[in-house]
């Protein structure tokens, strides 16, 4: 396995598009989380899926948000209508429920440019 | 809800200096605590974890003690080296539940020759 994969790396898109982000988790990984990371800050959550389930979303999901975890493996995050607020690193990581501690695998993020 | 304050960068030292990087978070119950480690063009790691009061969780030279009466979580190295640089996360995940991370605004290091 080699680790989380996200798709793309890189999405340059104009103001008012959808676009759609996919992410692979490590394969018996059955906890699935999404965060926005913009310049100088820190990771911010935006929802959990638990296998197919999405458990929680975050405020700063607005309604332009969705995501999806179909059959509990591959997750996509869409936005539509993007705004240049919406310009940011978007993270995925996932981790194996049950154990304390468990560390959160990330992977290396989908850079968001909204022109 | 659950946060966490660390240190503001960035911190520039030079080689072979000693580092401190000072995190303290607010959580109820008992948080794990970690340490994520950016560097330039990668993706987030995991340096270390603590999963308890007292706990001293250890990587890399890296070292950080989970201290429940302070709520602290400090990231201390003897002796940095240039590959070191990077940026420092200092997070927490819910006691309970899911084990959402909550992070820092990270620390930016800079290590010179």
């Known amino acids: 396995d080699t680790g989380v994969s996200q798709n793309p790396r890189h999405k340059i898109t104009k103001r008012g598009q959808n676009v759609t982000f996919r992410c692979d988790p490590i394969?018996?990984?059955?906890?699935l989380y999404w965060y926005r990371q913009t310049l100088g800050q820190g990771p911010e959550f935006l929802t959990y899926f638990q296998n197919e389930a999405q458990l929680e979303k975050s405020r700063l999901l607005s309604d332009r948000f969705s995501a999806e975890r179909p059959k509990g493996s591959f997750s996509t995050l869409e936005i539509q209508r993007t705004e240049q607020g919406d310009s940011a690193m978007y993270l995925c990581a996932s981790s194996l429920e049950g154990t304390l501690g468990a560390e959160a695998f990330f992977g290396q993020g989908t850079r968001l440019t909204v022109v | 809800g659950n946060s966490v304050t660390q240190m503001e960068g960035p911190v520039t030292l030079s080689e072979e200096a000693f580092l401190t990087i000072n995190c303290t978070y607010t959580a109820t119950g008992y948080p794990s605590l970690f340490w994520y480690v950016q560097y330039p063009g990668e993706g987030l790691q995991l340096l270390l974890k603590a999963t308890k009061a007292d706990d001293k969780g250890s990587n890399k030279g890296f070292e950080a003690t989970y201290r429940k009466e302070t709520t602290s979580f400090h990231l201390e190295k003897g002796s940095v080296q240039v590959s070191d640089s990077a940026v420092y996360f200092c997070?927490?995940?819910?006691?309970?539940?899911?084990?959402?991370?909550?992070f820092g605004t990270g620390t930016k290091l800079q290590v010179i020759p």
């Open positions: 394969s018996e990984h059955n906890r």
């Open positions: 997070a927490l995940s819910d006691p309970g539940g899911y084990q959402k991370v909550t």
